[in-house]
């Protein structure tokens, strides 16, 4: 059973930054592309960054380019995501997720397993 545990999360001035993590296990992490997404109050889930098997690709969201980058760690079993200038816009649940296959992509039905999310919370 795959399991995706973020951490990371909290309450950050407008310009701050945070790092995001995500612990996986249940499958081999090395083989799958990572992504995170997130949903803030009233709104619909969107895709934030993605990267590949390998680390060797990313994608970004348009709203979070230049600002976050998104690593991972096959030794450990872990992604990240780190956040810098924060602004209160991305205040949301931030989720990370395991693709079905090697390739990062951005759309939320590539991915099938997900964690239970983790807030961060930007103040103006």
């Known amino acids: 059973q795959v399991r995706l545990i973020e951490s990371g999360g909290g309450l950050v001035q407008t310009g701050g930054s945070l790092r995001l993590s995500c612990a996986a296990s249940?499958?081999?992490?090395?083989?799958?592309?990572m992504g995170w997404f997130r949903q803030a109050p009233g709104k619909e889930r969107e895709f934030v960054a993605a990267?590949?098997?390998?680390?060797?690709?990313?994608y970004y969201a348009d709203s979070v380019k230049g600002r976050f980058s998104i690593s991972r760690d096959n030794a450990k079993n872990t992604v990240f995501l780190q956040m810098n200038s924060l602004k209160p816009e991305d205040t949301a649940v931030y989720y990370c997720?395991?693709?079905?296959?090697?390739?990062?992509?951005?759309?939320?039905?590539?991915?099938?397993?997900w964690g239970k999310g983790t807030q961060v919370t930007v103040s103006s």
């Open positions: 997720a395991q693709g079905t296959g090697r390739t990062e992509a951005s759309a939320s039905g590539l991915y099938d397993y």
């Open positions: 249940g499958r081999t992490f090395s083989s799958y592309a």
């Open positions: 990267i590949s098997w390998s680390g060797g690709s990313t």
